[in-house]
């Protein structure tokens, strides 16, 4: 009797520990299926303010006299396979570059480059925000990662900590001015 006991307390403690473990890894789940949803966001603001800066090129070419390449990184960009920290820091270059059109008083008189721009600016503020929400899941995910006991169930599963989407060049450490 003393050893059935025993079995049924083990058995509980057992059960306890499934619960834990299984309630820690859905919770891990539910974190990674946020940051895919934010990185899903990002891409697709970044692939919009990217598709906008491609517009602009002929529109530049048709109202003004510039010659050769236009938005020249932009070109640059179509062949390369980016991330989107890359491709976030590459396309501020493109924005800096139109923006220095925007002085064209030809250009700024056309309601197609005056759209472009107003969606670059909307999209600036859509992509700080994205940034927002990737930086706060982020943060929760990489306390999940690191706390006793849940750094067990990360170690198992093998999840790492996540980097944060900060806007810093990687190269040199510097902020973006956006």
Not at 110 to 124: C, H, M, P, R
Not at 125 to 133: D, L, P
């Amino acid at each position: 009797m003393h050893v059935f006991y025993i079995l049924i307390i083990i058995f509980i403690i057992l059960c306890f520990l499934l619960i834990w473990l299984v309630s820690t890894y859905n919770r891990f789940q539910s974190y990674i299926i946020r940051i895919n949803e934010a990185e899903n966001f990002i891409d697709n603001t970044l692939r919009k303010r990217y598709d906008l800066l491609n517009k602009s090129i002929n529109i530049i070419k048709k109202h003004t006299k510039e010659k050769g390449n236009i938005l020249e990184s932009i070109d640059k960009m179509k062949s390369k396979n980016l991330s989107n920290f890359e491709l976030d820091r590459q396309l501020y270059e493109a924005i800096n570059e139109f923006n220095k059109y925007k002085e064209n008083e030809e250009l700024n008189s056309k309601e197609e480059f005056l759209k472009i721009d107003l969606g670059l600016f909307e999209s600036e503020s859509e992509i700080v925000a994205a940034r927002k929400y990737y930086n706060d899941i982020i943060t929760d995910y990489n306390k999940l990662t690191s706390s006793f006991p849940n750094n067990i169930v990360a170690i198992i599963f093998k999840y790492k900590k996540k980097t944060y989407y900060d806007g810093k060049d990687l190269d040199n450490n510097d902020s973006l001015k956006i």
